[in-house]
């Protein structure tokens, strides 16, 4: 495997599971096959969908492009062989973990901060009842900020060992996974109780609710700094 091969696959990965989004998305706001896990139940608004694709496509590009070339200019110090079978769950979950403690903080301050609040992450906001691919919608420097948790987080494992370029993509696919998820509004059964893992409904509610909840992968922040909604 070669540096561009690993920006190659990096970017395919994005488009395949942001693919998927886009499909998803589709079938959630334009069929009723999901309309029985719908949390909310309020109707979207006509042209949605296709008024949302600008920023879409803007975030998702900066997305791939930044995964690639770091891909490509970390390449070196990836380890590129497959691994000890309990190297890859324990680099996924530490990056887990540290991405997650970054978007609560940053998360929280951008609700915390009242400037922050209506400049910025008011964006992400304007999706009171959410659909899958609206994880891409987000103000570009918001954006950013949030990209440097998975960043932070493979810096980390790499202070013990060099990370794995396959932890490194399940971790990019999980990552984007779940953020369709917890935006889809549905409350599908067994994915939306994954042990430890937050639920959609963690998510929709901080949509709805636009405070509380502020914690994405994990719910545990929210409960430790006592900021979890009840209902
Ligand atoms: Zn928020
Ligand atoms: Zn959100």
Do not use: C
């Not at 909310?40 to 590009?61: A, C, E, V």
């Not at 009242?114 to 691919?133: D, G, N, Q, Y």
């Amino acid at each position: 495997m070669t540096a561009i091969d690993a920006a190659f696959y990096t970017s395919m990965l994005l488009i395949g599971s942001n693919l998927f989004g886009f499909i998803y998305s589709y079938f959630v706001l334009n069929t009723n096959i999901f309309a029985k896990y719908r949390i909310q139940n309020k109707p979207y608004p006509k042209g949605l969908f296709w008024s949302r694709m600008p920023l879409f496509l803007f975030n998702l590009g900066t997305l791939i492009a930044l995964s690639a070339f770091g891909a490509y200019m970390m390449f070196d110090f990836f380890d590129t062989k497959w691994p000890a079978w309990w190297i890859i769950p324990v680099q996924v979950l530490i990056a887990f973990v540290i991405d997650d403690l970054w978007f609560y903080v940053y998360h929280r301050y951008l609700h915390e901060n009242k400037f922050f609040l209506k400049h910025i992450h008011s964006i992400h906001h304007k999706a009171t009842t959410p659909f899958p691919l609206e994880y891409l919608y987000a103000h570009p420097l918001e954006w950013m900020i949030g990209a440097l948790g998975p960043v932070i987080g493979f810096a980390v494992v790499m202070i013990f060992m060099p990370m794995n370029i396959f932890a490194f993509w399940i971790f990019g696919l999980l990552r984007n996974l779940h953020e369709i998820h917890i935006h889809s509004d549905l409350k599908i059964p067994i994915i939306s109780q994954l042990p430890l893992l937050s639920t959609t409904k963690h998510h929709d509610d901080h949509h709805a609710r636009l405070k509380g909840n502020y914690s994405s992968t994990f719910s545990w922040m929210d409960r430790i700094f006592k900021t979890e909604l009840k209902n």
